[in-house]
């Protein structure tokens, strides 16, 4: 079938600027990197400017709509393009790329990507990232917007939860398929960096790759927005006295965007680098995910998972659905209440006077399926599933 | 209010009106015709899929009963002219089949598993297609209006995906459309 074969034009959108880093960014600039390997051309749309540390992607690939605006959107601060100017240049896009189809990501978000919905000629992929059971965007996209959904042609949920939040508030339907991570980039070993080894003089020696239980300081970590209330940071910070009074030799880092006032057993490593997260991961023997709520995937589990390091997180379901519930017995962490700082504390000090080698290496095992090269295959599946029910082109053919 | 500017208040309701209308047939139309370019994707796909089936048989080290089985439900499938009904059952029985013999197969079929993956993404499209072209049906104006006069009521395509794989092995992977 030389039809299954032939490389695609695929015009990627997404909604937020690459200027920081997100789980929908770093999606993207993935599923643009895998596609380029397979043999591909994707072209990616986003408001603000390409990272140069982010330059997976050759930059004459991608377009800026121009500067993003910071607003509150969704619980957070989203970076966003909108308004004629930004709508001028996604229509410019959409008409000089000849795409084969068009891909865009979080297609209900009030950017780029709702934009490009609009104005799209070609077949349209979307892939929803949020799994938010009472999102007011999918409330009102269901009356205002339902013309502009009804332009897509496949959907992709990252999740089931995620899913059913599209089959409830859109009436339509998605095909499950998870992020993908670079499993054998976090799962290499530990290198630490200069900045890690400067932040952490003490603590250089003594690590070895893969060891669960170091013999120094045990060190627990948390990657996120440290400003953003659902990212939980809050809940584990009200667990740490009763984690320290157990363990008073244990070292706490977070690292992410934002600032805000630590206790002074607890050093921030600000926003990371991918490089520093993998060697953070990688000598760490706790990571904790204590998000609220609103966390559609986490990203950032899975690449722990990866790294093979120890695993604590509040009991959301896209969460659940990925390391097993409390009370089974074969999950790959440990679970607890969502927002219960006392239940947080006692699965830490579990897993560090527990610590199980298995079953780390069970959930690298696991993370492993999320790697690129399953995940790719399965959206670029969706990609020729779509165009065998395209219509036929009414531009000139074009050859990639 | 004088006549004129009555006059011009009904004509400017009446030009929304017809705006409005004509907007919501246009995607009436469009839904219409997804339905149609998904299920002929959906049918495409479950001809490569029953006659990737056909060549199992082909297989060397395959036994002849294993074979026989493939060839009968995958026959049954590709039979010209089947009713809806039939056809359901003919592709469900084909699915069922082909999970059954799966674990006793010399080796492992790629590209048949890619083909079933295949049919299973393209019924989910058509499946949604055919929802948001009812949806659409539905409406009051779509109704009284008799937007979709010319065109059938599309159905959904019902049927037994079987244990396909849209990704190796994984946590993720037990996802089954109803």
Known sequence: MTDQRRSLRVGLVCPYSFDVAGGVQNHVLGLARYLRQAGHRPYVLAPGELRPSAATLDLEDFVSVGAAVAVPYNGSVARVSFGPLSAARVRRWLRNGKFDLIHIHEPITPSISLLALWAAEQPVVATFHTATPRSRSMQLASGVLRAAIEKIDAGIAVSESARSVVVQHLGRDAVVIPNGIRFDDFARGPHLRPELAEAHPSTNSGRTAGSPMPSQQPRLIFIGRLDEPRKGLDVLLAAIPQIRAARPDLEVIVAGQGSRRLPSCCRSLGTISDETKIALLNTADVFVAPQLARESFGIVLLEAMASGVQIVASDLPSFVDVLGGPHDASRLGEVFTVGDHRALAGAVLHVLDHPSPLRAARAQQAARHYDWSSVGPAVLAVYRATLSAAPARRTGNVVG | ?178
């Open chain 2, 1 to 178: 209010m004088s006549t004129l500017e009555v006059l011009a208040a009904l004509i400017i309701v009446l030009v929304i009106l017809i705006w409005r209308i004509s907007w919501l047939a246009s995607r009436v139309h469009r839904a219409t015709l997804r339905t149609e370019r998904t299920w002929s994707a959906l049918d495409g796909a479950l001809v490569g899929r029953a006659e990737r089936a056909t060549e199992l048989v082909t297989m060397p080290g395959i036994d002849p009963a294993t074979a026989l089985l493939v060839l009968d439900a995958a026959a049954a499938a590709l039979e010209p002219d089947l009713c809806r009904g039939e056809r359901e059952r003919a592709e469900s029985d084909l699915s069922h089949v082909l999970d059954a013999v799966g674990p006793m197969l010399p080796a492992s079929p790629s590209e048949l598993t890619s083909e079933r993956a295949r049919a299973s993404i393209c019924r989910r499209l058509h499946n949604d297609a055919v929802a948001t072209a009812l949806s659409l049906r539905r409406r009051y104006m779509v109704r009284i209006l008799r937007l979709a006069r010319h065109t059938n009521e599309p159905r959904p395509f019902e049927m037994a995906d079987g244990k396909y794989c849209t990704l190796p092995a994984g946590p993720l992977e037990t996802d089954q459309p109803s």
